[in-house]
């Protein structure tokens, strides 16, 4: 009788490495896909958020900016007493006097202009001259326009209904209960602010903000404290 040889209960031979390798492949490549799969989808969230961030930070950020900016009544004066000096913008009516200037708006604006006259009254010598006025457009309306010369050099100043217009941006400071707005637009110094229902700008190319132009409005002797406030702080 021949001995069985065979050994039914033992563990089959290993598999050579380089098979096992090779059976383990597709395993493998499957997971690599996964990996660069999972590596491409973060890089576009990463770089879906990058545009979001950079969406955000312009949408919310220029508002601000334009804010502190001058405002379109700021803008539109400057602009204005440009063309004035260009030559662009002749007066519609010349006079020295201010109650004749303040009548020939009546009726073609549809607020009241009354141009102060404090030295006059006050007998103090004129730093100031009145040249005239006209009208300017401004938001499908018109807006008084007064010329004045102050040392030889022009002085523009710009009114207008606050409900058509409101004084915004710029540098502000406050001073007698109003607040000022100065800015530097075209290289000339810009003075805006609201008072009893009117929105003033007054623009010219005097020293520091300007505030000397202010004694065409504010002459009294209890304005100067108004105008040497507007002075820049050193």
């Known amino acids: 009788m021949v001995a069985n040889t065979s050994h ?8 050579p490495k380089k098979q096992r390798l090779w059976q383990s492949f597709p395993g493998l490549l499957a997971n690599s896909w996964k990996l660069r799969a999972v590596r491409i989808a973060l890089l576009v969230l990463a770089s879906g958020l990058l545009i979001a961030v950079i969406w955000l930070t312009r949408n919310f950020s220029e508002p601000q900016l334009a804010a502190t900016g001058p405002s379109s009544f700021a803008m539109m004066a400057a602009d204005t007493h440009r063309r004035f000096l260009q030559r662009q913008l002749p007066l519609e009516i010349v006079s020295n006097r201010p109650e004749q200037i303040s009548d020939w708006f009546i009726g073609k604006v549809n607020f009241g202009v009354k141009l102060p006259d404090y030295q ?25 326009y ?16 606050d409900s058509v217009a409101r004084p915004s941006g710029g540098e502000q400071i406050v001073s007698h209960g109003l607040t000022f707005h100065f800015d530097s637009i ?40 108004l105008i040497e406030k507007l002075k820049p702080r050193r």
Not at 123 to 144: M, N, P
Not at 146 to 161: D, E, F, G, K, N
């Open 8 to 15: 039914t209960g033992a563990a089959p031979r290993s598999k």
């Open 120 to 144: 006059e009254q006050s007998g103090q010598l004129k730093l100031y001259s009145l040249e005239g006025a006209r009208l300017v457009g401004y938001r499908e309306d018109y807006a008084a």
């Open 146 to 161: 007064v010329a004045y010369r102050m040392y030889q050099r022009p002085i523009s100043l710009v009114v207008t209904s």
């Open 186 to 225: 075209h290289g000339f110094k810009v003075i805006t602010w609201s008072d009893r229902g009117l929105t003033y700008a007054l623009v010219s190319d005097l020293e520091e903000r300007g505030q000397e132009s202010c004694v065409v409005c504010h002459q009294g002797a209890q304005d100067r404290d």
